[in-house]
């Protein structure tokens, strides 16, 4: 163990839930080795008329309907029903590597695995409810789990050909074309085996026969008409229910994901109405850790808001030693841009590095979930909880490394200068400014106002944004620095002189659009005058750690791309050798980005 916070309860031992005890409770369970990581919803008085088990969809969309199927959970347990959500095989915080060749016969054993948890806790009947490629997955394996008591295919994926060949040709006009060098198939949020794509391919539930149970098909309005739609529902003589909002919902244009509250209620209700009045005593077993071979993961709360969070170590680890804190991007849960936190987490574990991963207030596992929430990307509760993190890192801050993408990258620069950790590693960081002023913040963060002060805090904002750009190149530099310093204006310079002033070793990574953001802000400029200002200390017997800036020659910036992500997780670990000085022995990336210093 390596000084890790206050856990949930004991690493080594087993516990069912209380069965009065109303509330979630996040587990893994599954064979002791092959964890799958799961939080179950548990009705009041640990009285259940049955259960549902979500099944998730795939990549970037299973990412963002998160807290969604969070909602939905609560809305089902609040109507008396043991509700699981889980993490397939080889995706999220469960065991596996996302890459696989046999995953979707691992995805489908784990939808089999969480029906027979649900059904081990006491209950008889059983629904399934599976989003977009969730629908597909759950629709394969039905017949198979059965007998069931209703199943919901909620804006499914009807054909696995369709999807793959839809999925991979988004991720090319979106994001970018990998390397050929690479087999293996991206889609937005997820890398596959080229054996994976195939199997799901092959998926098809129009080919299904009856599924013997109760089918509700909730689909959007442009595709309720669709050939391979109508076949499903005249094949399971299936309700219908048209969606609304789901584009904002499950393809949103930036961070801000908008919930579909009043479809999540009504398949809440059609749900619910399958089942019994008869409510029996569940029990619930919980695991609070995964032995995952010489590592484990141990699911913890961290600080006085009681944050979600997962330890990875093993016996390497040495109490009090080297600990990266990975942070979470915008409203996204715990696991970094295309599962990379939770695979970085077990390399640097197995190599003596102690790692946690956390969820921000509002996002993933930490709090509630709200009807048409809205979480604020940049707010004071965010602050907290950054330095919360750091914190319930179990051990002394310059023994940490902390390290986030965009949003993330901010919140790791804050609690670096803050508390004064060891290292820090900002990916694509957009948001250079050390004091927030909300008028100036405008454009990065959701806010609930639109009234008069809202209107006028947007009218400030865009004057600022004007005079901004017109005057920028004709600026003084030490007027933008001035500007700067009172978070009126972008300057990289202050965020990095404050990291280099706490002695904190820095390193900036950058994607070309992030690059090209660094240099209109007069990053350049501003290391150059770091530089010149470090030679002055080192004349008159001073040191400082410089902040170290590479911009990448290709890539995207929510490392989407396989490429580019594949070389800065190369590159982060590098960061925790020399952080540390210790060996950390990693695989190149298969096609490395080549990069500039700035």
Known sequence: MNGRSTALHNADVARAADPTAEGK?????????????????????GLARGAVVLCPPLGK??????????????????????????????????????DAPDNVALWQRSIATAVDYVRGCGVTDVALVGLRAGALLAASVASDVGPLTAITLWDPVVRGRSYVHEQKALYSVSVTQDSDVDPRVSIIGAV????????????????LPSLTAPVLVATRSERADSKPIRTVVANQNADEHTLSRHDAFLEPSDFEVELPTSDIVYIAEWIADKFGADAGEVSVPLRAVSNLGTVREEIESLGPDALFGIRTYSSECIPGGP???????????????????????????????????????????SGEVLDDEI?????????????????????????????????????????????????AVLLN?????????????????????????????????????TVKNRAQSAMPYPLWFWLGNRGLIQVPEISLRLLEAGNVRTTVLLSPTDT????????????????????????????ARPAVVKSFDSGDHSLYGRDLRETVRAELLQAAAESFDIDIVSASPPVPIGWNRL
Not at 30 to 44: I, N, R, Y
């Open 375 to 423: 979480t604020r990307l940049y707010s004071d509760a965010g602050n907290e909880d950054a330095l919360a993190a750091v914190r319930a890192a179990g051990t002394a801050p310059r023994n940490v490394m902390v390290a986030g993408m965009c949003s993330g990258s901010w919140y790791s620069s804050y609690a670096a200068r803050e508390l004064g950790v060891g290292s």
């Open 323 to 365: 600990t990266v804190v990975f942070y979470p991007t915008a409203n996204e849960h715990r696991v970094g841009p295309v599962r990379s936190w939770v695979e970085l987490s077990r390399v640097l574990a197995a190599q003596g590095v102690s790692t946690l991963r956390f969820d921000r207030r509002g996002t993933g596992e």
């Open 25 to 45: 409770y996040s587990t893994w369970f599954g064979p002791e080795d092959a964890g799958l990581f799961g939080t179950v919803h548990v009705p009041a008085g």
């Open 516 to 543: 090209a953001w660094f240099v209109d802000n007069r990053g350049p400029e501003g290391m150059e005058r770091l530089r010149g200002k470090r030679a002055t200390r080192r004349r008159h017997g001073g040191a």
């Open 192 to 207: 596959l085996h080229p054996d994976a794509a195939k199997a799901l391919g092959r998926l098809d539930t129009t080919a």
């Open 61 to 98: 969309e299973q990412v963002d309907s998160y807290r969604g199927m969070t909602l939905l959970a609560q809305k089902l347990c609040a109507r008396g029903l043991l509700v699981l959500r889980f993490d397939y095989a080889g995706t999220g915080d469960s065991y596996g590597a996302q």
């Open 429 to 465: 960081t957009l948001d250079w400014t050390t004091k927030r002023l909300e008028f100036v913040k405008r454009s990065s963060m959701h806010t609930e106002d639109t009234g008069l002060r809202g209107k006028a805090l947007d009218a400030l904002h865009d004057i600022g944004v």
